[in-house]
């Protein structure tokens, strides 16, 4: 059986990507945070939130509530990105 | 060692301090926020935690308003020159230390009104005295939370409700105070404050720090990169990333981490407790010793561990000298870099010996320097 494949939650700054994962850890929601590739295409040299794909809804109301801008939403699979609106 | 010296820096630091400074070179020595692997992505951890800590410590709710420095003069810096243009308005206290007069009076020569408000014989800055100096242009009023000469603590709260009431920005410099008298930025009605990392923070020198409200928009002092926006020609938008461009003193900020821990775990207020119970027992003793003239505010509910004074008839430096020589205390004496301070307590010629107490201090500190003093004092008057 294959695990779900992973999401990518890319960020303008390191610093916005620690603001959001320690918010959600303090709700108890661990996640990691990796460099985004470059081939994302999302603009400079960006980081993620990598998560389960039912985690994104609850990062994308963290990082509202926390007024910080998400660039972009991608499923990671070994065939490459996909982009989720 | 008797070290009074904390106005200036604070020493010795709390072991934790240099342990995780040494921890950050020799185990997590990665840049934060560049690269993405393992060691810059735990060094940036701990970036983000000074983060949160200096937000807890001042009551910030957002830890990405604050943002590193090297000091609260770059802090400083940043914000006066972030903030004014030519045709506003600035308003400053004659307390100002030359982190502060400096940049308004090179910004007055590009166009920028400044204005003095003259505070009391103690020192002290009060409300009335600001207000006298508003003018419709007004944008920022530039206050010291206490005096780095003579100890005197102002009413900022007081006067952070006269900027807020009139929509004029409010800048604090708190190198005397942070870690060491408790801060609200929300309660105190601050938009931004300048603070040093190794003072009362307790961290190590060549940290400092800039709390910036939401509200604002600095033109940043320098330009580069940031680990964000890097395919922009222009730095981003949003903080701390605007104001960062470099590399981060990551070791330095290792251990500002641990100092603000520390303080955290002790709580500020009892800080500011233990350092009245010792600034009030060291007025006490030095009013008792013939030919010393103590300057700034007599009750220590209304000023820091900073305490100013001259023995009759000595020159200040060289009784510094001779207590470091011949007492092995550690003080400072002169001018300190606050010329407008001096001018204002009428000892702008002659300076002032300052000791400087701190979290640390003990009341053998306190006993010892009295003990000092008395013997300096008898020995110019025989």
């Not at chain 2, 007069?101 to 409300?127: C, F, H, N, T």
């Not at chain 2, 010329?339 to 107490?357: I, P």
């Amino acid at each position: 059986m294959s695990l779900p494949a992973p999401c990518l939650v890319v960020y303008a700054s390191l610093n916005q990507v620690h603001r959001v994962k320690r918010h959600l850890y303090q709700g108890g929601v661990f996640v990691d945070m990796v460099r985004a590739p470059q081939c994302l295409g999302v603009r400079g040299c960006s980081f993620a939130l990598r998560c389960e794909a039912a985690l994104v809804p609850e990062i994308r109301r963290a990082s509202q509530e926390l007024a910080i801008e998400i660039r972009g939403v991608f499923t990671e699979s070994p065939d490459g990105y996909g982009a989720i609106q | 060692m008797t070290y009074l010296d904390h106005a200036a820096t604070s020493w010795p630091k709390p072991p934790a301090v240099t342990a995780a400074m040494c921890a950050m070179i020799e185990q997590a020595g990665g840049n934060p926020g560049r690269s993405g692997h393992r060691l810059a992505m735990r060094a940036s951890e701990t970036v983000y935690a000074c983060r949160e800590n200096l937000a807890k410590i001042f009551g910030v709710r957002d830890p990405l308003r604050i943002c590193f420095t090297s000091n609260a003069t770059e802090s400083l810096n940043l914000a006066i020159h972030g903030l004014l243009k030519p045709g506003d308005h600035a308003v400053f206290s004659s307390m100002e230390h030359n982190s502060v007069w400096r940049p308004l009076r090179e910004l007055e020569r590009r166009g920028v009104g400044i204005s003095m408000a003259s505070a009391g014989p103690d020192g002290i800055v009060q409300p009335d005295s600001v207000v006298n100096q508003l003018r419709p242009e007004t944008k920022l009023i530039v206050l010291l939370h206490a005096s780095n000469v003579n100890g005197a603590l102002n009413p900022t709260a007081d006067i952070g409700c006269v900027a807020r009431e009139r929509n004029i920005r409010f800048l604090v410099d708190a190198a005397q105070t942070a870690g060491a008298v408790p801060i609200d930025v929300e309660a105190m009605q601050i938009d931004i404050l300048a603070f040093p990392g190794h003072k009362g923070l307790l961290g190590p020198q060549g940290t400092g720090g800039l709390y910036v409200h939401e509200s604002i928009r600095l033109e940043p002092l320098k330009q580069g990169g940031t680990g964000s926006d890097s395919e922009s020609s222009r730095q981003p938008e949003f903080a701390p990333d605007r104001y960062e461009s470099g590399t981060l003193n990551t070791p330095g900020i290792a251990g500002l981490n641990e100092g603000v821990k520390f303080l955290l775990e002790r709580g500020v207020e009892e800080v500011q407790r233990h350092e009245r119970t010792l600034t009030g027992r060291l007025l006490a003793g030095l009013a008792e010793i013939p030919m010393v003239q103590v300057y700034g505010p007599r009750d220590s509910h209304h000023r820091t561990g900073v305490i100013s004074f001259n023995v009759d008839g000595c020159d200040p430096v060289l009784v510094a000298d001779e207590l470091d020589r011949d007492f092995d205390i550690a003080c400072r004496a002169g001018l300190h870099c606050a010329y407008l301070a001096h001018r204002t307590q009428g000892t702008e010629k002659t300076g002032t010996v300052r000791f400087s107490l701190g979290a640390l201090s003990t009341e053998r500190d306190v006993d010892v320097a009295l003990a000092a003093v008395r013997t300096l004092a008898q020995k110019g008057r025989s």
